[in-house]
Nanobody
């Protein structure tokens, strides 16, 4: 499974950004997709995840500010509003099939929020 990300960039505090990720056409449709992030000197952490036609989940730090969505089985987007400097990190798209599960990762996209 290959994951192609788009979006990210530089924004001032209080602004918005949108990330999108598309999995290759051969990716299993029964899956969970989401976003992780890693800031300098910190461990990678889950931001949001969404089962295809199923529930979603968010990290406490982004609840109410970020929204994850699925247009279809192979895409996932993350709308990020009310961004704060602590949201600055490299954001990674994540994919896990429900059958024979293993983790797949995108190449990462930088999000920088200035104060």
């Amino acid at each position: 499974v290959e994951l192609v990300e788009s979006g990210g960039g530089f924004v001032q505090a209080g602004g918005s950004l949108r990330l999108s990720c598309t999995a290759s056409d051969t990716a299993p449709s029964r899956n969970v997709m989401g976003w992780y992030r890693q800031a300098p000197g910190k461990q990678r952490e889950m931001v949001a995840q969404s089962f295809n036609r199923g529930p979603t989940g968010y990290a406490d730090s982004v609840e109410g500010r970020f929204r994850i969505s699925r247009d279809n089985a192979n895409t996932v987007s993350l709308q990020m509003d009310s961004l704060i400097p602590d949201d600055t990190a490299v954001y990674y798209c994540w994919f896990r099939p429900m059958v024979n599960p293993r983790d797949y990762w995108g190449q990462g996209t930088q999000v920088t929020v200035s104060s």
